[in-house]
């Protein structure tokens, strides 16, 4: 039997074909050989499997289901929507699916504390979660920017246990985070380890997190078959990092039939700086330990970026997401800010469900594309997240429409 595409990708050195790999300080390279070689080990064991599955179904409440989206579909007069539903998951996003197996490997390794950043907060609300599940030291860097806009998170993660630090340089958003969270992990490497939150970063982590979040993919394929006895026929997932689209992709990667769109921000325009659409606009380039497309200012350093979804405005992209977009097995797709908060007020008044902004974008691609599609044709959304955390900020901004489209 041929190998799976999961089988065979990534390399021994970490790249999927010229992109991942680790370009990190001398100080870095034991600790991370630790967490490769911990990895290796531990993803065979029987019993991190089994520990995995017990937490994932007693704990975080997989699966999560499927839903049909009935009233959306019949708005939208085309293809049938569905939703997988990762929002049902403890702590309101995707996130969880590998934080508690980061969790673990760390204990495995250890050490004493969990060190990420975090974006629109989902992240470090799902380690702090992990930490105080497993019995962990937190600490969580976040832009201030952020900490302003995802205020109830912030809380979240106060009141779970982790310290939260503030980044004060550049925009303060999501990649300034990172920056600091790296550099607060150098000299605390022994007992701590930095938990990254999505597909990026140096090896292992962009291999180890799709792993962790294949799950959702692995789920939804027998899921999906319960309602349609077919595969579907067109899977889409908002890309920040890319760690809720990689999760729900890998299922489907030798499933040629089966199209995969990434859907990235627009912001507010295509001007630099207006947007985060890394894979579309970016070229090649390292940041952050790894190679992969990013999105560059005049001098080739990381451009600023923007997206109302602060968990995906991020200038760089998992580098899996620029291996599986050169070979054309993914495609690209895209939704603004606008689109997003309509798609986040129809998702709710349609269907009752209040989408994170992130994951308003997959559903407002989603909503594009169905328009597009016969009645018989199918669209699996991976709904990234719950949009609590959203609700203070678009009311602020966006006035509810009428109930009526
Ligand atoms: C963090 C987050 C994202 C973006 O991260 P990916 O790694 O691209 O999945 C998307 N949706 C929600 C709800 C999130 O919390």
Redesign the pocket.
């Known amino acids: 039997m041929p190998k799976s595409y999961l089988e065979t990708h990534l390399d021994a050195n970490g790249f999927f074909g010229k992109y991942g790999g680790s370009f990190i300080p001398p100080v870095l390279e034991k600790p991370f050989a630790d967490i490769t070689q911990a990895y290796a080990e531990l993803k065979n064991s029987p019993k991190f499997i089994s520990d995995l599955k017990y937490v994932r179904k007693h704990y975080q409440g997989r699966p999560t289901p499927i839903s049909y989206a009935k009233n959306l579909t019949e708005h939208c007069g085309g293809a049938k929507i569905y939703l997988k539903r990762?929002?049902l998951n403890h702590t309101?996003?995707?996130?969880l699916n590998h934080c508690m197996a980061e969790v673990i490997l760390a204990k495995h390794l250890g050490k004493k504390k969990v060190i990420a950043e975090t974006?629109?907060g989902?992240?470090g609300v799902a380690l702090a979660t992990a930490a105080a599940y497993f019995g962990l030291e937190c600490e969580i860097h976040m832009g201030e920017v952020d900490i302003i806009k995802e205020h109830p998170n912030v809380v979240r993660m106060k009141i779970l246990g982790a310290k939260v630090i503030p980044a004060t340089h550049g925009l303060k958003t999501l990649k300034e985070a990172v920056d600091s969270a790296f550099e607060s992990y150098v000299p605390q490497a022994d007992e701590a380890i930095y938990c990254i939150?999505?597909?990026?970063g140096p090896h292992p982590f962009p291999m180890m997190?799709r792993d962790f979040q294949s799950v959702i993919g692995f789920e939804a394929k027998e899921q999906f078959l319960e309602h349609e006895e077919n595969l579907p026929d067109n899977i889409i997932?908002?890309?920040?990092?890319?760690?809720?689209?990689?999760?729900i992709f890998s299922a489907f990667i030798d499933d040629k039939e089966v199209a995969l769109y990434g859907v990235e921000p627009m912001g507010r325009g295509d001007k630099l700086g207006d947007h985060a659409a890394t894979l579309t606009y970016g070229s090649e380039g390292v940041m952050h330990g790894f190679n992969s497309i990013m999105l560059k200012d005049a001098n080739g350093e990381p451009a600023p970026v923007y997206s109302i979804?602060s968990?995906?405005d991020y200038p760089s992209v998992?580098p899996e997401h620029a291996y599986l977009k050169e070979t054309g097995r993914t495609q690209i797709g895209l939704s603004n800010d606008e689109e997003a908060v309509d798609a986040f007020y129809k998702l709710s008044q349609l269907e009752g469900i209040i989408p994170?902004l992130?994951?308003a974008h997959a559903v407002a691609f989603a909503m594009k594309l169905a328009k597009t599609l016969p009645k018989d044709k199918t669209i699996l959304v991976n709904l990234?997240?719950?949009g609590d955390k959203d609700i203070d900020f678009v009311i602020e901004n966006y006035p509810i429409p009428n109930a009526k489209f």
């Open positions: 990762e929002d309101g996003a995707h996130k974006g629109a989902q992240h939150g999505s597909v990026v997190v997932a908002c890309v920040g990092g890319g760690s809720n689209a990689m999760g979804g968990g995906i998992g994170a992130e994951s990234s997240g719950r």
